[in-house]
């Protein structure tokens, strides 16, 4: 006898029957942060349900990576979150160093934590600018893009580019500091505290603001650890985990700084604790900068580090990267990457940035794989808007700071 | 042919009257957007338009006549009728409610004597046409922001009212330029002082009722993308935008006339008889644009409580302490 099936007949006015209000919110929408894609069900206001969609920014750079030596899969690291692009220069840099065993120069590690912090900062600002806007005070955002643009610049002389900057090398940095920029980034890390101030004093004692931020998206720190946070999302709920003081890289082991951490995982402590993770930041430029007058005239690359060997002009065009070393070394005599797989992670300004690497001694990697905070978060989207408004949501995005290009790969 | 002409010419002179009045306004409407965005560009510490003529000053022409020439779509399923009427009801009844303001003492369009009455029986009515348009667009973002401006218009609206009542009460009069007029008779000049809660509540209440920052909520870009007007394009959404710069300036010119004592001031001046009344309406319209640059935006239940909770049993307090008042003394 053939099972029997129930067929569920739709019963328009009762209530487990009705369909519900579904709202489709992205990939194009102005607050969604780049392409991401909720599916939210709602119940008037309430979110009933929410569906995280990712992938529409999927450039495979992963798979890219297999098929370009690891100087050349360098810049495909700027493109994974394109805000903080020297911090993920860094993390790829460092995974390939302990691959090779490479150590880098002090000036070099120096030189590698100010570009990070001011990645730092940087997404710190650009975060704020959009929490502030999609909670509607438009007046922040623009005043923290003024300040950006004053670090983009400063980027723009250390190594030519504003936003991919590209600016880590294996084995070191690509090019030292010149006195004017140290001289402009004392100027900034003079003047920048003040300007947070300025930002607090707009938001911080707002009424709405307050009503907006406080009590959202609340996160107790098991919780938190649960649902695989990291970075200040994780450090808002109370969780004092940061790589940079439990696994020091860098200069991060020389330089004295603090951890922030929230004490009720709402998002408002999560905005303050970035906030003061952007004190903290220029206080490690600070501090680094002070250093690099130690260091004056050392290398900024290490010994022996693989490096791009760029054909000649007129051969340009026909030049293909070695076949056995894999890829274009300066001089015969430098060692391919040899065998074996490396995880390194860095504290990224988004959370917890990890590069796993696959080296079968191709010189070309068999496997890259990231671990990007950002998908992680996404995937905790869901748990942390139910129960709250249409309006909170944006909040929650904007909280846990999400880039998709990080997400997608 | 002379009784015909005495029988049409007060008609045509109203006409006339009402066209001035009409060109004045879209004028006044049109600049309120530039001075918005000057006002606002100048406190976020860049320029505004300043392409468009000198300094800019031609942008809301140009702002026009692009939107004139814009594709106009209608969205396929949407309510075709309403779609098409719904900007106009914004529009008109905000623009229908300058009748009634007494812009001078012997300028006032419709001298009626439920001037107050018909000013918020207008902007109630003009919510229709966010309600109409944001069920029309057969969109779910428009329609979660024609519900939001129903449930904002009904609770505001109720502030609103009873926040005028003291004034009603204090003049005696529901005829606005008897209000300006017995303003000027009291002894404080304005009502805004022994009216202070009041004038307070009609001012969140007039931000709210024309769905401005931190009330923003119909049309919450970041949440809702344009709320109810997002699937309207071309010189329709142009009239949205312009209902909502005529709720701006009519709401403004209510709140002269009821709280700052219209166009009486210290002194007069000589040949500009509209001087104090456009001063006190630019000085409010600044407000509003102040507000915009400066706060974030309420959350909708957050606002129904700050509604329901707070001003309403303010404005009920007022009326009460003010009928108090005027029995005793």
Not at chain 1, 78 to 83: G, K, P, V
Not at chain 1, 288 to 304: I, Q, R
């Amino acid at each position: 006898m053939a099972p029997t099936v129930e067929i569920h007949s739709r019963q328009i006015g009762h209530p487990e029957w009705e369909e519900p209000f579904v709202v489709n919110m992205g990939p194009q929408h102005p607050s969604t942060h780049g392409v991401l894609r909720l599916f939210l069900e709602l119940d008037g206001e309430t979110i009933v349900g929410c569906d995280p969609r990712i992938g529409y920014l999927h450039r495979g750079l992963e798979k890219l990576s297999e098929n370009l030596t690891y100087s050349q899969a360098l810049v495909l690291t700027d493109r994974l979150d394109y805000i903080s692009s020297a911090a993920n220069n860094t993390g790829y840099c460092l995974a390939v160093e302990k691959l090779m065993g490479l150590s880098v120069p002090r000036r070099a590690r120096l030189l590698r934590t100010i570009v990070c912090e001011m990645a730092r900062i940087s997404s710190h600002l650009l975060w704020l600018a959009t929490h502030a806007l999609d909670i509607g005070a438009m007046t922040v955002f623009l005043y923290c893009f003024r300040d950006r643009e004053w670090l983009l610049d400063i980027y723009e002389k250390i190594c030519g580019a504003r936003l991919t900057v590209s600016y880590t090398r294996i084995g070191g940095v690509r090019l030292d500091f010149t006195s004017e920029i140290v001289e402009e980034l004392y100027r900034f890390t003079e003047e920048f505290p003040s300007r947070i101030t300025d930002y607090e004093t707009l938001i911080d004692v707002n009424r709405i603001w307050l009503k907006r931020t406080k009590g959202i998206a609340v996160v107790p720190p098991e919780k938190a650890l649960n649902l695989g946070l990291t970075g200040p999302s994780l450090r808002g709920s109370g969780v004092p985990y940061d790589v940079r003081k439990f696994r020091p890289y860098d200069a991060y082991d020389e330089v004295e700084f603090e951890v922030p951490v929230g004490q009720n995982g709402d998002t408002y402590d999560r905005y303050r604790v970035r906030m003061e993770e952007m004190r903290q930041a220029n206080r490690i430029i600070r501090q680094c900068l002070d250093k690099l007058s130690e260091t004056e005239g050392e290398p900024v690359v290490a010994e022996g580090a693989p490096d791009l060997l760029m054909p000649e002009k007129k051969k340009a065009p026909q030049a293909v990267p070695h076949p056995k070393k894999g890829f274009l070394v300066k001089g015969a005599e430098v060692p391919v990457v040899p065998e074996g797989e490396v995880y390194v992670s860095i504290e990224a300004p988004k959370g917890e940035l990890g590069y796993y690497i696959v080296s079968d001694g191709s010189g070309k990697p068999w496997r890259v794989r990231v671990r990007a905070p950002s998908f992680v978060h996404i995937s905790a989207i869901p748990e942390m808007v139910k129960g709250h408004m249409v309006a909170d949501i944006i909040a929650v995005i904007g909280t846990l700071d999400v880039v998709l290009g990080e997400c997608d790969r | 042919m002379e009784g015909i002409l005495k029988a049409v010419l007060p008609g045509l002179i109203l006409v006339g009257e009402a066209l001035v009045l009409l060109v004045v306004a879209l004028l006044h409407v049109a600049y309120t957007t530039y001075a918005e965005r000057k006002v606002i560009g100048r406190m976020q510490q860049r320029l505004g338009p300043n392409r468009v003529g000198p300094r800019g000053l031609l942008q809301p022409i140009a702002d026009v006549l692009k939107l004139l020439t814009k594709e106009d779509i209608v969205p396929l399923g949407a309510e075709k009728g309403l779609f098409y009427l719904a900007p106009f009801i914004s529009l008109v009844a905000g623009a229908t409610s300058l009748a009634v303001i007494p812009v001078w003492e012997k300028f006032v369009l419709a001298n009626v004597n439920v001037g107050l009455l018909v000013v918020l029986a207008l902007s109630s009515l003009s919510s229709y046409g966010v309600i109409l348009s944001g069920w029309a667009s057969n969109s779910r973002y428009a329609f979660l922001g024609g519900l939001r401006a129903s449930a904002q218009v009904v609770s505001y609206e109720v502030a609103m009212a009873l926040s005028l009542v003291g004034v009603i009460l204090l003049a005696g009069s529901m005829n606005l330029a008897e209000i300006v007029k017995a303003q000027a008779a009291s002894p404080f000049k304005v009502y805004a002082i022994p009216q202070i809660v009041g004038f307070f509540v009609f001012m969140v209440s007039a931000i709210a009722e024309t769905n401005r920052v931190p009330f923003d909520l119909p049309e919450a870009e970041t949440e809702l993308v344009a709320g109810y007007f997002v699937e309207y394009s071309g010189i329709r959404f142009g009239l949205f935008y312009l209902a909502e710069y005529f709720g701006m300036v009519v709401m403004s010119a209510v709140a002269v006339t009821c709280f700052l004592g219209g166009w009486s001031g210290p002194f007069e001046v000589p040949g500009l008889p509209f001087f104090w009344f456009l001063l006190k309406l630019y000085a409010l319209l600044f407000l509003y644009i102040w507000v915009r640059a400066t706060l974030p935006r309420y959350r909708y239940d957050q606002l129904m409580g700050l509604g329901w909770k707070i001003l309403i049993p303010l404005s009920l307090l007022n009326i009460l302490i003010t009928g108090l008042i005027k029995l005793w003394v």
